[in-house]
């Protein structure tokens, strides 16, 4: 974080089918794909699900290719800047709703291991960041585990935002990324030696995200996909430049 523009990596996590019903029915027909931001292409073996912040405000946007991506609509209005829209400034919302309304959907996401990916509520989501839907990776991500750990441990969190049990406990990290010193999963490793007690632990966490994200870069390796066995410095670049080519991936700067 700092001064210069960010880029990110949009990763398309498409919405099954028979989820657009209620407050999402209206896009029933289309392409409809969640647009998480992202930072790691190379950790996406390991999704388990998608973070959304329950009340946050979401908009489902017509991309001039006809799919539809989901994000905050400051994102959309960035997008719609970067080529991917019908009319510059004027990214085409077909329906606005409350993020609660994507909690409990299926989406499948590209590269991971897993091929249900449940929407969760995360309560530290920024809606001024990126396009306030976050893809969860767990084993990397002390954020992520830390918000995965606390709807397994609250059953109270699960039920204010109907979450269902079956959606949260059969899920476990996937490794993806070994690192010499942190082992084959480093988030719950680094969450467990600072004792970082739930998501809302800012310092601490952000002392995690500091221990584990330059040291998966330089230290990495690769455990999963077709890059296994690599260092993720060379994986990374290579990985991005594969979900570009592939249109799972769409690069977005902010
Ligand atoms: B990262 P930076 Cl495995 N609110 O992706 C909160 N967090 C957000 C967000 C938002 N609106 N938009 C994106 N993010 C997360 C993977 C990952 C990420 C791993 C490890 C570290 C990591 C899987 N989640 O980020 O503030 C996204 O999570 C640590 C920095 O722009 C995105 O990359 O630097 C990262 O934060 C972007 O954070």
């Not at 949009?10 to 029915?25: N, R, S, W």
């Not at 647009?35 to 999704?47: C, D, I, N, V």
């Not at 800047?81 to 989406?107: D, M, N, R, T």
């Not at 585990?145 to 949260?168: C, P, Q, T, Y």
């Amino acid at each position: 974080e700092g001064v210069g523009p960010q880029e990110y990596l949009l990763i398309k996590m498409a919405v099954y089918e028979e989820c657009l019903t209620g407050d999402l029915a209206p896009l029933k027909g289309k392409k409809v794909f969640l647009a998480a931001a992202t930072l790691r292409p190379e950790t996406m073996y390991g999704q388990t699900n998608c973070w959304i912040l329950p009340d946050g405000d979401y908009g489902a946007y017509e991309l001039a290719n006809g799919e539809v991506l989901v994000m905050c609509e400051r994102a959309a209005l960035n997008l719609s800047y970067q080529e991917q829209f019908a009319e510059e400034g004027k990214p085409k919302c077909l329906l606005s709703f409350k993020g609660q309304a994507l909690i409990g959907c299926v989406v499948e996401s590209p590269r991971a291991v897993l091929k249900k990916i449940y929407c969760l509520p995360m309560m530290t989501i920024l809606m001024n960041k990126g396009t306030g839907v976050v893809t969860s990776v767990p084993s990397d991500s002390p954020d992520d585990f830390m918000a995965l750990s606390d709807l397994k441990a609250k059953a109270g969190l699960r039920e204010k935002f109907g979450v269902k049990d079956e959606w949260v406990m059969p899920f476990e990290v996937v490794p993806c990324i070994n690192i010499p010193e942190f082992g084959d999963a480093c988030a719950p490793k680094v969450c467990a030696e600072l004792k970082i007690q739930s998501q809302n632990d800012r310092t601490k966490l952000d002392e995690a995200k500091h221990r584990t994200y330059l040291k998966g870069f330089t230290d990495g390796i690769m455990l999963l996909g077709e890059h296994k066995g690599k260092p993720v410095k060379e994986a990374k670049p290579i990985i991005r430049q594969e979900m570009i080519d592939d249109k799972t991936g769409l690069v977005y700067s902010e």
